[in-house]
């Protein structure tokens, strides 16, 4: 049993209005120097599979077809 | 001339399109996102608004792997005609049957209200009854109806002549050359978050979404 984590972003270059709300109020609480907040999701599956390169290679087939939309997302994973 | 409606767990929009539908003279069934397969016949398949699935993961996104969207994605491929609204863009995008993707407004805020748009094309049977360059208004709702699209794939909708429509006056959502539609390749499959059901009865305040209605269902009669 393996444990993959999977993390979705927006691609550089593409705005993240979430992101930038965030930073807005982070100013807000006081919390200056923040230059850029991006906002992302981090996805956790229990996999069965027993081969940290047979589950990166699945996983990422899944981050293809549906974890992440890469017209606009970059995603990464990691095999633990 | 017979079309479809799609519905997911989550659509909302799906009788609204149904009644659109059929005052422009289509015979309507609804189909449920679990059946593998699409009556035989079908003219077009109406994927309407809502939010499917709760919109989790992305908007769109989980519909456009459901069973019926496979079948969907086939008669799209055939030369069906397709209309996506709102939620039914973003799944259409989800699919890959339309190029590009819905992000979150830029505004971040749910957006309801009637938005001016502007007819960019009359080329497909859902804008031939428009006037090039006309100003309707339409009611939009969403959250996340802030089109994107990289650099390549809007050169190749502009030289095509695929967007269908524009936000006129203030966009409302941060989309990109304020693009509020766009169209496939072969004109057939129409994607867009202003919601033309929600605009064909005198008594809901407009029916500027009526000659895209009489448009398609106009076309698809007189094959």
């Known amino acids: 049993m393996m444990k993959a984590r999977v993390t979705v972003m927006l691609k550089t270059g593409v705005l993240d209005p979430q992101g930038e709300a965030v930073r807005h109020a982070l100013g807000a609480l006081g919390f200056d120097g923040v230059e850029g907040v991006r906002q992302g999701k981090v996805i956790e599956l229990d996999l069965a599979e027993t081969s940290a390169a047979e589950a990166e290679a699945n996983v990422t087939r899944m981050c293809e077809k549906l974890l992440a939309n890469t017209v606009i997302e970059s995603y990464r994973v990691e095999i633990a | ?223």
């Open chain 2, 1 to 223: 001339m017979k079309a479809a409606v799609i519905v997911f767990p989550g659509s909302n929009c799906d009788r609204d399109m149904a009644v659109a539908l059929k005052a422009a003279g289509a015979q309507v069934t609804m189909v449920w996102h679990k059946e593998a397969g699409l009556p035989s016949g079908l003219d077009i398949v109406a994927v309407p608004g809502g939010f499917s699935f709760g919109d989790y993961l992305r908007c769109g996104a989980i519909a456009a792997q459901s069973p019926v969207c496979k079948a969907l994605v086939d008669h799209a491929e055939r030369g069906g005609y397709v209309l996506g609204v709102c939620n039914g863009f973003q799944v259409l995008t989800e699919t890959g049957l339309l190029p590009g993707a819905l992000m979150r407004n830029a505004g971040i805020k749910f957006v309801c209200k009637s938005q001016g748009l502007r007819v960019e094309t009359t080329a497909s049977d859902f804008t031939a009854r428009y006037g090039r360059g006309e100003e309707i208004a339409l009611p939009i709702a969403h959250h996340d109806g802030n089109y994107y699209a990289d650099a390549a794939t809007l050169e190749t909708l502009n030289a095509e002549d695929r967007v269908a429509f524009r936000y006129a006056g203030n966009n409302p959502n941060g989309s990109v050359e304020d693009i509020a539609g766009v169209l496939s390749a072969n004109r057939r499959v129409l994607g867009m978050m202003p919601h033309p059901e929600r605009a064909v009865d005198k008594a809901h305040g407009g029916i500027q979404g009526e000659p895209l209605f009489a448009g398609m269902v106009g076309a698809l009669a007189s094959v």
